[in-house]
């Protein structure tokens, strides 16, 4: 079972923590959606305005399209451990009548599914479905809410469990240049194992900022609490779309988790077809005895 354990946990990339008292699975920090926000080291939490936001804060959800997506993630190297995840976003109703500027109300839904292959030749799986709104009051202010569903099975006993979490989160623009917001995830916890014991995940608050310059480039940097200190920080770049087709990415994020480390990251965006496609790619240089190098790539088609 310890084997088993060390399995699941080279394959939660970003989970500071995992049930250290016990060695069941389940339950991690998965990888939030799409290659976007990973082009800039996971400083995303104020950029967001795509239907990555279902993932990373639904208070984004007030600027995002009607969109489907798409992502794929190698989870580490080497080993046979991937996440897929699938999203839809939806604006309800706008501030204008003319179907410009923010959604009043907005919604979003994803699937998200981890499998790897692990010891005594079993397949871990885990499975998430997660619900995502959005209230913008005016344009300059929106709240979000998400709620997700988790189940894992491996076939192994003792290994699998099943639970709900909330997320609540907000963002607010200060200036035309300057913008702020803040995700509560997890805040509201609860994850049952086959063997009858329960466990709460630990709560993340998480603190972005964000400077739009001359439009050509935006800055962000993000801080992240949880188990009484920082885990991690972030700061990202990325820049406009040049000739309305290409964007680029970079950042750097610096973890406080284990032993303390710094990945860069850097990433690419093209879009297509009036706009209506873009696809994404972001990379993790982590280090080798760490994660390594970890690829992401996500589509979103706007419909």
Do not use: C
Request: glycine letters at 12%; zero cysteines.
């Amino acid at each position: 079972m310890i084997a088993l354990f060390a399995a699941a946990v080279a394959i939660a990339a970003t989970a500071p923590k995992v049930r250290a008292e016990s060695s069941q699975g389940g339950a991690f920090h998965l990888p939030a959606y799409g290659a976007r926000g990973w082009g800039m080291a996971g400083a995303f939490m104020v950029r967001v305005d795509d239907e990555s936001a279902v993932a990373w804060n639904p208070a984004g959800l007030g600027t995002a399209p009607r969109a489907l997506g798409a992502s794929y993630l190698q989870l580490v190297e080497g080993v046979s451990a991937g996440q897929s995840q699938l999203v839809f976003t939806m604006p309800i109703s706008r501030v204008r009548n003319d179907g410009t500027g923010s959604a009043r109300h907005a919604a979003g839904v994803m699937l998200t599914n981890l499998s790897a292959d692990i010891v005594g030749g079993e397949t871990y799986s885990e499975n998430y479905l997660r619900l995502a709104y959005a209230f913008t009051p005016e344009p300059l202010v929106s709240f979000g809410l998400a709620f997700a569903g988790f189940a894992s099975t491996s076939g192994v006993e003792g290994f699998d469990a099943w639970g709900t979490s909330f997320d609540i989160t907000g963002k607010l623009s200060l200036s035309q240049t300057w913008s702020v917001a803040l995700v509560a995830r997890d805040v509201f916890s609860r994850y049952s194992y086959d063997d009858g014991t329960d466990y709460d995940l630990e709560p993340q608050f998480i603190l972005g900022l964000a400077w739009l310059g001359d439009r050509r480039f935006a800055v962000e940097g993000d801080v992240v609490r949880s188990y009484g200190g920082w885990s991690r920080a972030a700061l990202g770049v990325e820049t406009e779309y040049f000739f309305s087709y290409v964007a680029l990415r970079g950042g750097l994020a610096w973890l406080n988790t284990g032993e303390s480390r710094t990945v860069p990251a850097f990433g690419v965006s093209v879009r297509a077809f009036a706009d209506r496609l873009t696809l994404h790619y972001g990379a993790n240089v982590d280090e080798e005895d760490a994660l390594g190098v970890t690829n992401r790539v996500s589509l979103a088609v706007r419909i």
